[in-house]
T-cell receptor, first 111, second 110 residues
């Protein structure tokens, strides 16, 4: 079957660093995505990893280990506006482009 | 640039009533199109996807159906809504693996 796991909730302090983990087991693998979703809004793209290693984009970085079925999203210099849900998603096939999502991690940033 | 339009933004419908949600994409040809649903506090669940006109794949058995009458139009329908159909419905299109989402429709079945 297809399974993607991530923590349900996390809390961090403004200015700190937080790491959100994601593990996956899927029938195929064509890349892993991280999306940010504020309450009541559509998800917005953060990052895409298809090869092992770290991808850095400003305050956000994403890491992938295909052999371990593991990824993390690293958020640095946390800001209050980073309070949102973070969705891990895997594309199991290159033909259809469909995504399998984890349940999302709700991050609360406190002053 | 590509844009995706989805409407309405919110909808309150009685149990047993029909449903039609429409999604259109501009600025691209022959996109892969998707309907996702997000229940309260949950992740996104893929309902349908389409790789071309008239081609619909259903991911989960349910009370809903989808159609793609034109290249850049994707419609989600139901003949009789159930309470369990309430949720946040998102249309998306993809190019080269990345998915782009519409603004979503919040459906409440009462």
């Amino acid at each position: 079957g297809q399974n993607i796991d991530q923590p349900t909730e996390m809390t961090a302090t403004e200015g700190a660093i937080v790491q959100i983990n994601c593990t996956y087991q899927t029938s195929g693998f064509n890349g892993l995505f991280w999306y940010q979703q504020h309450a009541g809004e559509a998800p917005t793209f953060l990052s895409y990893n298809v090869l092992d290693g770290l991808e850095e984009k400003g305050r956000f970085s994403s890491f992938l280990s295909r052999s371990k079925g593991y990824s993390y999203l690293l958020l640095k210099e946390l800001q209050m506006k980073d309070s949102a849900s973070y969705l891990c998603a895997v594309s199991p096939s290159s033909n259809t482009g469909k995504l399998i999502f984890g349940q999302g991690t709700t991050l609360q940033v406190k002053p | 640039s590509q844009t995706i339009h989805q409407w309405p933004a919110t909808l309150v419908q009685p149990v047993g009533s029909p449903l039609s949600l429409e999604c259109t994409v501009e600025g691209t040809s022959n996109p892969n199109l998707y309907w996702y649903r997000q229940a309260a506090g949950r992740g996104l669940q893929l309902l349908f996807y389409s790789v071309g006109i008239g081609q619909i794949s259903s991911e989960v058995p349910q009370n809903l159906s989808a159609s793609r009458p034109q290249d850049r139009q994707f419609i989600l329908s139901s003949k009789k809504l159930l309470l369990s159909d309430s949720g946040f419905y998102l249309c998306a299109w993809s190019y080269d693996a990345e998915a782009f989402f519409g603004q979503g429709t919040r459906l409440t079945v009462v």
